[in-house]
Antibody, heavy 123, light 107 residues
Framework: QVQLVESGGGVVQPGRSLRLSCAAS????????MHWVRQAPGKGLEWVAV????????YYADSVKGRFTISRDNSKYTLYLQMNSLRPEDTAIYYC????????????????WGQGTTVTVSS | DIQMTQSPSSLSASVGARVTISCRAS??????LGWYQQKPGKAPKRLIY???TLQSGVPSRFSGSGSGTEYTLTISSLQSEDFATYYC?????????FGQGTKLEIK
């Protein structure tokens, strides 16, 4: 079955870096755009970033632009999120999510989500 | 950026009640709207896509409607397992944006 498993979360000091991974299985990973979405404690969902199926196009939320980098390795069926210059407000559960269609000419919603990995930024 | 205004932020209702949750987009989003359910400690679950299409396996008491800038999620007869938080998501353009969420609680 289609599955996404995030890893790499932890406790980190402000200003430090962390890299999250999302291992995909059960679908042709290289055909789908992939997203990161986060949720701060007790708060709503916030879209973070997307990378196109071929790794060429990427977009970010303003809140992370210039600090976070999304990437993927299609041969390893893995999505990444490199998070630099972390701030306390980056504390959240980070979910990776698969876009629902493989059409590169349109934007679709997300149909499959991982269980999330928790990032805590604190001194 | 497209802003999504979701209402109400919380809702108290009884089992068997009919409830409606709304999302308003700051500009037209051409039905590029999904609804998600999230239970505590769990990842969001897709309920509705393309504004009104029911995700496979989701009970038919859930329905979506709307067009342009106004969208609605309706639960026709609440069941105990429906008490959760609901979010809308616009995917018409980047950055994608979620509504603020509606927490549905048992009366």
């Amino acid at each position: 079955q289609v599955q996404l498993v995030e890893s790499g979360g932890g406790v980190v000091q402000p200003g430090r870096s962390l890299r999250l991974s999302c291992a995909a299985s059960g679908f042709t990973f290289s055909s789908y755009d992939m997203h990161w979405v986060r949720q701060a404690p007790g708060k709503g969902l916030e879209w973070v970033a997307v990378m196109s199926y071929d790794g060429i196009n990427k977009y970010y939320a303003d809140s992370v632009k210039g600090r976070f980098t999304i990437s993927r390795d299609n041969s390893k069926y893995t999505l990444y999120l490199q998070m630099n210059s972390l701030r306390p407000e980056d504390t959240a559960i980070y979910y990776c999510a698969k876009e629902s269609h493989s059409n590169p000419n349109y934007y679709y919603d997300m149909d499959v989500w991982g269980q999330g990995t928790t990032v805590t930024v604190s001194s | 950026d497209i802003q999504m205004t979701q209402s109400p932020s919380s809702l108290s209702a009884s089992v068997g009640a009919r409830v409606t949750i709304s999302c308003r987009a700051s500009q037209g989003i051409r039905n590029d709207l999904g609804w998600y359910q999230q239970k505590p400690g769990k990842a969001p679950k897709r309920l509705i896509y393309a504004a009104s299409t029911l995700q496979s396996g989701v009970p038919s008491r859930f329905s979506g409607s709307g067009s342009g800038t106004e969208y609605t999620l309706t639960i026709s007869s609440l069941q105990s397992e429906d008490f959760a938080t609901y979010y809308c998501l616009q995917h018409n353009s980047y950055p994608y944006t979620f509504g603020q969420g509606t927490k549905l609680e048992i009366k």
